[in-house]
């Protein structure tokens, strides 16, 4: 299957820093790209869904200016938390769809685990 | 609003077959079954889709009943790593529109007992 790696697994940082998470398609071009947070216990929520050379598609409730999405080239997208809190403390997955294949599955990343303190 | 129906827990002896049901009685006729699972502290793993016909791979097999309203997804011969919440969910197969997303739900967590 297609493979999809996440950097870095896990990251601690400071109340008020900014943490940059990268995603990487590594066997296929991905048109798209999808960024889910969760928390523990509870399903995965998506936050936003990212097209390769335009805007994101944030999803309600989800502050653009707060989670930062580049999704500048067809194997690599980028979330970037910004000022973030603890509240922001969370497990943050990405996907990426297979454009070229009828169904559009989709494969997941390993996560990241951002504490922040 | 949730498009599947899931028991929340289940139980199987190792070596024995695990059988995932899962309830879609509103699909849609363009909507592919698409089944995930995710061992704890990881990204989902993709495991199996189909559309109609029931399918089979390394992994698992997905029977689909005629009138798809219902799918179950099948382990054949479960190991203690196949302990995992397990998600079955129902998406169109196309390029954008809102219902290209896939909504995870809150799955059921197969628990394989030695």
């Known amino acids: 299957g297609a493979v999809v790696s996440q950097h870095p697994s896990r990251v601690i940082c400071k109340s008020g820093t900014s943490v940059k998470i990268e995603c990487r398609s590594l066997?296929?071009?991905?048109?798209?790209m999808f960024w889910y947070r969760q928390f523990p216990k509870k399903s995965l929520m998506l936050m936003a869904t990212?097209?390769?050379?335009?805007?994101?598609?944030?999803e309600q409730g989800v502050e653009k200016d707060k989670f930062l999405i580049n999704h500048a080239s067809l194997t690599l997208s980028t979330l970037t938390v910004t000022s973030a809190h603890p509240e922001d403390s969370s497990f943050y997955i990405c996907?990426?769809?297979?454009?070229?294949?009828?169904?559009?599955?989709?494969?997941f990343g390993p996560g990241t685990r951002l504490t922040v303190t | 609003d949730a498009k599947t129906t899931q028991p929340p827990s289940m139980d199987c002896a190792e070596g024995r077959a695990a059988n995932l049901p899962c309830n879609h009685s509103?699909?849609?006729?363009?909507?592919?079954v698409y089944w995930y699972r995710q061992i704890h502290s990881q990204g989902p793993q993709y495991i199996i889709h189909?559309?109609?016909n029931n399918e089979t791979n390394e992994m698992a097999s997905l029977i689909i009943t005629e009138d798809r309203k219902s799918s179950t997804l099948i382990l054949p011969h479960a190991t203690l790593r196949d302990t995992a919440v397990y998600y079955c969910?129902?998406?169109?197969?196309?390029?954008?529109?809102?219902?290209?997303?896939?909504?995870f739900g809150k799955g059921t967590l197969l628990t394989v007992n030695p």
């Open positions: 509103t699909i849609s006729g363009n909507e592919y």
């Open positions: 990212s097209n390769e050379g335009s805007k994101a598609t944030y």
């Open positions: 066997d296929f071009q991905a048109t798209t």
């Open positions: 969910i129902v998406r169109v197969a196309s390029s954008g529109g809102s219902n290209y997303k896939l909504t």
């Open positions: 189909g559309l109609k």
């Open positions: 996907s990426a769809r297979v454009s070229a294949r009828p169904s559009y599955e989709q494969y």
